[in-house]
């Protein structure tokens, strides 16, 4: 592909719902291709949908964009010079261009209803075929059309559609042919009057003066619709380019199901915007070499369509965790604690506030300062063990006064070998009682002793005292943890454990 001159592309989400995973890959690919080439990245809006658009959901759209980092030239609230940028107020501007369209003899009226079309499709799928209009309005006349108005009828205004070959050159997928006589004539205008997909963005795309379009494959079959309106109102076409669906790993395709799809999500489970950034750059694209962290800088000198793959990507969390882990561990605390509050004040003030993170940080809504202040208080220990933030939330929880919960591989770690552990756990906290307090380098002479005294070493040794200080058997160095808890917790927690294994005795003899 020749380098582009100062390309104008743009990103036209439809505010009917939040920022999927596959739009903000979109969008990232556009705002990519625009930075890289010194061009324009344009917001549209197309919220034609009346009955499930709103503000509201436009406005999370555009905070998820900006959280990603992913601004715009030109658009609803940036201004621009081919506004306005919302399409229900471009609405004359369809309607006197169908009824160019109309006057030419390259639209009709169609009357029939949904109930007759809905069986004429089911017709067309019976015999096998894909379903399509069938013409039946083509050649309507004058007092056919009064008898259907008589009715109450209200029409949409069909493209007459042309047969032949029309073929799509496409900048990912090559070129690609489509049988015009099997489209079949669609709708320009609904009967509603307002514009159908194919139609306004054929409009706006133009009137914008986009000159590369590059969108999820899923539309690559709107596309020879969209040629034949160019072509039938005497415009130039933009060039065209579809990037691969997003699938699960089970190669369905990516939804709800799957678990996070939304952006939204993703910043209240604690993910940071340039990991997600940069993970979803993969998906799709390949890098010339085999690189994988990215800066947004890196991405807009790294990134070009000729490097954008046909097969589908796979969305794998697991690889994204990681990655997330990675960008963390990378920030100074200060950062990390300032990712934290600002994730924490996204949930308070999101309007979908996903319930079970809500539960997670429950501990941190009624007093934000104060549980942020432990957060900063665990980081070091904390950080090397964590891929989200949110992750901060849960892991320094379980160590404030009062939380300590067993998991059932901690309480099987206490009791299986109880007598043993008791004696680990007896030596302990006499030891920890006659010391000042208790440092790291304390902490490790001490079980240095009971260890030798008790001939028992490695996971034996430091198992059961693992699970009783933190209720897991896994996590962060124990002499991060001791001196972090403090000579009272610590003690506190020792208790609750041989408490706990008494009662699980108890249990087991009664039973």
């Not at 008791?422 to 001490?446: C, M, N, R, Y």
């Amino acid at each position: 592909m020749l380098e582009p001159a100062k390309p104008r592309v743009r990103f036209a989400p439809s505010p009917t719902g939040s920022l999927h995973v596959g739009g903000a890959r979109t969008a990232l690919f556009n705002w990519l291709f625009a930075r890289k080439y010194g061009g324009r990245f344009v917001l549209r809006i197309e919220d034609t949908d009346l009955d499930r658009s709103s503000p509201e959901k436009e406005r999370v759209i555009t905070d998820d964009l900006r959280w990603l980092g992913l601004d715009w030239n030109e658009g609803p609230d940036a201004g621009g010079p081919h506004g306005p940028y919302r399409q229900t107020d471009r609405l004359d501007l369809y309607r006197r261009l169908a009824d160019r369209l109309k006057d030419s003899g390259l639209a009709y009226w169609c009357y029939c209803t949904p109930e007759e079309l809905e069986s004429r499709r089911n017709e067309f799928l019976a015999r096998g075929e894909n379903p399509r209009y069938d013409g039946r309005c083509r050649g309507l006349t004058q007092d056919q059309a009064h008898h259907f108005q008589r009715e109450g009828r209200r029409p949409a205004l069909r493209f007459r559609m042309q047969g032949g070959t029309i073929q799509v050159h496409d900048l990912v997928r090559g070129d690609v042919d489509f049988d015009g006589d099997l489209i079949g004539d669609f709708v320009l205008l609904k009967s509603d009057g307002t514009p159908s997909y194919n139609f306004a963005v054929v409009v706006d795309d133009h009137m914008m003066e986009i000159s590369h379009v590059i969108r999820g494959e899923e539309h690559l079959t709107n596309t020879p619709r969209q040629i034949a309106l160019y072509q039938a109102l005497g415009l130039a076409l933009p060039e065209f380019g579809h990037i691969s669906m997003i699938l699960a790993p089970d190669r369905s395709k990516l939804s709800k199901r799957h678990g996070t799809t939304a952006v939204g999500e993703y910043r209240e489970r604690g993910f940071l915007p340039e990991a997600l950034v940069n993970y979803i750059a993969l998906l799709g694209w390949a890098p010339s070499d085999d690189r994988e962290l990215f800066t947004l800088e890196e991405l807009i000198q790294a990134f070009s369509l000729d490097r954008v793959v046909r097969n589908p990507a796979i969305f794998d969390e697991k690889k994204l965790l990681w990655m997330n882990g990675h960008y963390i561990r990378t920030l100074d605390e200060g950062r990390v604690l300032e990712r934290f509050r600002e994730m924490a004040s996204f949930i308070q003030e999101s309007h979908k506030q996903a319930e079970a993170t809500k539960k997670r940080m429950a501990p941190f809504f009624d007093d934000l300062h104060k549980q942020a202040e432990a957060v900063k208080k665990w980081l070091p220990a904390l950080r090397e063990k964590i891929h989200t933030l949110s992750d901060l939330a849960t892991l320094s929880e379980r160590y404030l006064p009062g939380h300590l919960t067993f998991s059932p591989e901690a309480l099987q770690t206490l009791v299986e070998n109880r007598d043993v552990t008791a004696k680990i756990l007896h030596s302990l906290s006499d030891s920890i009682a006659g010391s000042p307090e208790t440092s790291g380098e304390g902490f490790k002479q001490i079980m240095k002793e009971i260890g030798k005294t008790l001939q028992i070493g490695g996971k034996a040794l430091y198992g059961p005292v693992r699970s009783a200080l933190t209720g897991e058997i896994h996590g962060p160095e124990l002499v991060q943890v001791v001196p972090l808890l403090g000579k009272d917790e610590a003690l506190s927690r020792i208790r609750t454990a041989l408490q706990k294994m008494t009662k699980q005795e108890e249990l087991s003899n009664g039973s």
